[in-house]
């Protein structure tokens, strides 16, 4: 190291014990053998000293409610960043079996799209038809005036009972 | 039980045959005989059929020759669009012989054989409505006796029907809505009885191609049976119409959508109501919809002929009511049904 003497902010990063061991050993041994550099650190001690005792002398308790909030904030759970998430999300482990579901689903999702139907549209006729028929057991039952066998191209073969 | 109280019930009918021109009989007596008559008696006739809608009616005229107990068949003379087509009924099968394109269409109804469905409807109608006799009349040169049926909770006059003395056989029935208007009426001209009727005149043309119609399959069930069979929670109304009940139902695939159909009745007047849990919509082309609401939600009113139906849906599942109740009677069944 050709350094000779520790800078002022190298003596307040080692008076808070902030330096690499190396460099802390290296100030310990020069502040020993060199009274100017000793001098300037035990001037910086002071200093720092004077100011913990006027903040010491200087020290209010925070309001109740705050103290709370803080403490409430510091135990809630925090919440990963958005690139953090994102980024433990595209890890192989988890990634892999999400594309995996993804195509899955992708698939079957077009799939169903392409044979589900769009909402069925059902002609009032088989409801009235329908009730009709059943009405057939009610005393002084008729049939319609007009069959409606007669007069549609469409004989509702689709329709069937429910087998039970 | 049943088929012993029919039994019972026939042989007094059967006894009010022979009687010929003895005192009225008793109406009750007379009105369920009335009911089992073609069972008994063979007759042929024309018949003129009219159902008056708000918006549309329907009108047919054909000749009817039926052999006791269960073939029937009816040559249409008009309207025009059905003349010269006919419909054989031989028990639950009936074949609608379609000149106009050269084909039979078979359906059946299983309904028509219900018996105890038969039962419990009368049972309703002898509950909702008061028998009063009009006494003797003359219909169509025939000695008749008129019974109109009175609704107990409205009292106003539904049906009238005149009675045959001699056979039993209702040779004009009128239907009435409850401010007095007529809704359809039923009426025999030129009858005739006779056990003479030849098999060959109920014998399908045979150079007609044979297409199947729909099936409307086993007897009926039990409501209860059927929603219970549904394969969803199916709902029921909380509000009838008074004197109506629940008496028969069945699961219905319509274009391959499970359906419950519940039918309700009073006796005479009846409802259904249609429910899926499958998204379908409701095509009312041909008719003459309208918008209206059920509770807060949109719904679909259309009417043809005297049949109105009413069809909406509350998210989860989709219904419809058919029958001849007016858009009152319907909206307050259809706000009954809440999940």
Not at chain 1, 4 to 20: K, S
Request: hydrophobic share 45%.
């Amino acid at each position: 190291m050709n350094q000779t003497h520790p800078t002022p902010e190298e003596l307040v990063e080692y008076l808070h014990g902030e330096l690499p061991a190396s460099h802390d050993a290296w100030i310990h041994s020069h502040l020993a053998g060199c009274s100017s550099c000793a001098e300037a650190f035990e001037a910086e001690a002071s200093l720092t000293e004077l100011l913990r005792a006027h903040a010491r002398s200087e020290d209010r308790d925070f309001p109740p409610q705050v103290a709370a909030a803080i403490r409430e904030a510091i135990e809630r759970p925090r919440r990963p960043p958005v690139w953090e998430s994102l980024r433990t999300a595209l890890r192989p482990v988890v990634a892999l079996p999400a594309a995996a579901a993804i195509v899955v689903a992708l698939y079957l999702g077009i799939n169903s799209w392409h044979h589900t139907p769009a909402a069925m549209s059902i002609n009032a006729a088989y409801y009235v038809n329908n009730h009709a028929a059943l009405t057939a057991s009610a005393p002084f039952a008729e049939d319609a005036p007009i069959p409606a066998m007669l007069t549609s191209d469409d004989t509702a073969a689709d329709q069937q009972t429910v087998a039970r | 039980m049943r088929g012993s109280l029919i039994a019972v019930l026939a042989l007094f009918a059967g006894n009010l045959t022979l009687a010929g021109a003895s005192p009225v009989p008793d109406t009750d007596a007379l009105l369920f005989a009335a009911i089992s008559a073609p069972v008994r008696i063979s007759y042929a006739g024309i018949v003129e059929v009219v159902r008056i809608g708000n918006h549309t009616s329907e009108a047919s005229v054909y000749r009817i020759e039926h052999r006791a107990p269960d073939l029937t068949r009816r040559n249409y003379s008009a309207p025009s669009a059905l003349s010269g087509d006919a419909v054989i009924s031989k028990g639950d099968v009936s074949f609608s012989v379609d000149a106009r394109r050269h084909r039979i269409v078979e359906t059946r109804n299983a309904a028509l054989d219900d018996r105890i469905a038969l039962d419990d409807n009368y049972a309703l109608l002898r509950q909702n409505y008061r028998i009063a006799s009009r006494g003797d009349e003359v219909f169509d040169g025939r000695r008749t006796v008129g019974l109109m049926l009175i609704n107990k909770y409205n009292r106003h006059p539904t049906m009238l029907v005149r009675i045959d003395r001699a056979t039993k056989i209702v040779l004009d029935k009128q239907e009435f809505a409850p401010d007095g208007s007529l809704v359809g009426e039923v009426r025999f001209e030129e009858v005739s009885y006779t056990q003479a009727i030849p098999p060959t005149e109920f014998a399908l043309p045979k150079q007609y191609q044979l297409v199947q119609g729909p099936t409307f399959g086993e007897p009926p069930q039990n409501p209860d049976v059927v929603v219970r069979n549904a394969g969803f929670a199916a709902r029921a109304p909380k509000t009838l119409p008074e004197g109506f009940a629940p008496v028969e139902g069945n699961l219905v695939e319509l274009k391959g959508i499970r359906t419950v159909h519940v039918l309700y009745s009073d006796g005479i007047r009846t409802v259904s109501l249609f429910e899926n849990a499958t998204a379908s919509k409701l095509d009312m082309s041909g008719l003459q919809p309208e918008w209206t609401t059920v509770g807060a939600r949109q719904a679909q009113y259309a009417e043809d002929g005297a049949m109105a139906l009413l069809g909406w849906s509350d998210g989860a599942l989709h219904y419809a009511l058919v029958g001849e109740l007016d858009l009152t009677e319907l909206r307050q069944i259809a706000a009954s049904i809440a999940p």
